[in-house]
């Protein structure tokens, strides 16, 4: 990959996140009801990144799990979904809950897609909103995100790199080319 462009620093991916935190609040008139699932990798430490604000604002413990999509992707043969298919989800119920998918890029909408499969065979929620920390366009399934972090129009052969300190050391989104 050639890097291209810095798209957020550490302080900008920070103020986003806060920004949708208030978003979630807002909302949902609240947070009764809510739990957060990340989407592995990044989303799960977006997730607990996002929790935090909220529970900072707001005072009251919430729930944040990560989800692991891998078993519901449609580009995997059968067999190989069947052996992945008891492969833990989340800790904790979500049936009547407001679910809070967090993933770090929204592209295609595929992965998204397969989280909300493996979210509804966890339980039966009350809602499922997807909060992004970057939505680059590019959609081939009819999935918007509710709380995005910042839009970027991009190329196809345009690559957008989330980084977490807690998986890369440092934070940042990058805007790279294909080589």
Not at 40 to 48: H, I
Not at 57 to 62: F, Q, T
Not at 97 to 121: C, E, Q, S, Y
Not at 128 to 147: F, K, M, N, S, T
Request: cysteine-free.
């Amino acid at each position: 990959m050639k890097l291209k462009t810095e798209i957020m620093d550490e302080k900008a991916l920070d103020r986003a996140l806060t920004r949708i935190a208030h978003e979630i609040i807002e909302k949902n008139k609240g947070i009764d009801d809510i739990v957060f699932l990340g989407i592995k990798t990044r989303g799960v430490s977006l997730a607990f990144r996002l929790r935090d604000k909220v529970q900072s604002i707001e005072g009251v413990s919430l729930q944040v799990g990560a989800l692991d999509i891998t078993p519901y992707r449609d580009d995997l043969e059968s067999s190989i979904k069947a052996s992945l298919k008891n492969s833990e989800v989340v800790g904790f119920g979500i049936s009547g809950k407001k679910v809070i998918l967090v993933d770090d890029v929204l592209f295609t909408g595929r992965t998204i897609r397969a989280a909300m499969d493996a979210v509804i065979d966890l339980g039966r929620p009350d809602s499922i909103q997807l909060a992004v920390l970057v939505d680059r366009g590019h959609r081939e399934l009819p999935i918007r995100a509710d709380y995005v972090g910042k839009n970027l129009p991009t190329s196809k052969n345009e690559i957008v790199v989330v980084m977490v300190k807690e998986v890369d050391s440092k934070d940042g989104v990058v805007l790279g080319e294909q080589e």
